[in-house]
């Protein structure tokens, strides 16, 4: 079995081995998978090479200030008229988190997938998955380091996005002393850590605001009080004029509850389907729950979608969590 470093270094091949790459990352990113996307891509333009970045939707707005954001294409807005021979997946727990993008993929493209979730089944032909890191991030601030290629204000604001956003702001028990060395390096080129924990943390549009009052207004916990769940239906995103943006870190609210083992948050997609998220106190590994049911993510953060009506889902999935606890 290889070492972390011998991927990395088999990362490092494929990145100077081809040109001409597709960037892509998971459907609705969130700030690890913006900020890994953003930079492979500068890291690629430090070597010289030609790439697009690509994602089946719009990124949040809250992180169009990063280096080179606005040229993440949407293809649900714009689509390309090519298909690319050598793809870098990033942040994708699973080869179908990458979307409609899989339609850029030539048949036998190659593909380079640099991910940090434990449920990632290797499915590229280049693979550096390191599970107990805390971020996507956190890996490619190792291969930049790796490259020997001179770190700047830019790419170091886009790893500390990184870092920031999936450790809950340095909260989660991911955040190891690595994380913490890391960040104090990326502070030290000049990352301003107190703005980027205000804009990408603390601040919220009236519409997050909006959709956080009607979901709470669901809020219900099970008869023991340690499973909590709320959820939001398309009739809330209307009228709110909320994004789906707007819903991250609700699921917080009824897993931060004094007793709850574990928070759900429902997502009413469309008539029959549902997305679900978890998040864990420890007790429940949720990657393990949303795995068996075509999901993933970590031991304490996950998700997936079924099929079905929420009045259906919401007791199929808190008897699930129930039972293992």
């Not at 470093?5 to 081809?18: I, R, S």
């Not at 008229?81 to 993008?101: E, M």
């Not at 036998?108 to 890191?133: C, E, F, Q, R, W």
């Not at 502070?187 to 804009?199: K, N, R, S």
Request: proline residues 4%.
């Amino acid at each position: 079995m290889q070492t972390y470093e011998q991927a990395l270094q088999q990362g490092k091949d494929f990145l100077l081995e081809h040109d001409d790459y597709l960037i892509v990352s998971h459907v609705q990113p969130d700030g690890d998978a913006v900020s890994s996307t953003l930079t492979v891509g500068w890291l690629l333009s430090c070597l010289g090479k030609k790439f697009t970045m690509l994602n089946e939707g719009p990124i949040p707005q809250r992180m169009h200030f990063l280096w080179h954001a606005d040229q993440i294409v949407n293809m649900s807005e714009q689509p390309l008229d090519r298909k690319f021979n050598a793809v870098i997946c990033v942040d994708c727990a699973d080869f179908q988190r990458v979307g409609l993008t899989e339609n850029y993929f030539a048949e036998n493209a190659a593909i380079l997938n640099i991910d940090h979730h434990p449920t990632n089944n290797g499915y590229g032909s280049v693979n550096v998955i390191k599970p107990d890191a805390a971020a996507t991030a956190e890996i490619l601030f190792d291969l930049l380091e790796m490259m020997d290629v001179p770190v700047d204000q830019a790419v170091a604001t886009a790893i500390y996005t990184g870092l920031l956003t999936d450790t809950g702001g340095f909260r989660y028990s991911s955040t190891s002393p690595k994380v913490m060395a890391a960040a104090s390096r990326l502070l030290g080129y000049g990352v301003d850590g107190p703005h980027l924990a205000e804009t990408l943390l603390e601040g919220m549009t009236l519409s997050q605001v909006k959709v956080l009052k009607r979901a709470l207004d669901t809020l219900a916990l099970s008869e023991d009080g340690k499973v909590a769940w709320v959820y939001v239906t398309p009739e809330d995103m209307i009228a709110t004029g909320a994004a789906n943006e707007d819903l991250e870190g609700i699921v917080n609210y009824p897993r931060n509850i004094h007793g709850v083992e574990v928070g759900i948050l429902f997502k009413q997609i469309n008539d029959n389907a549902v997305k679900v998220s978890m998040r864990s106190a420890g007790k429940v590994d949720v990657a393990a729950l949303a795995h068996a049911f075509g999901g993933g993510g970590h031991v304490r953060a996950a998700g997936c979608r079924l099929d079905g009506r929420l009045d259906e889902i919401i007791p199929r999935m808190v008897e699930q969590v129930r039972a293992e606890l």
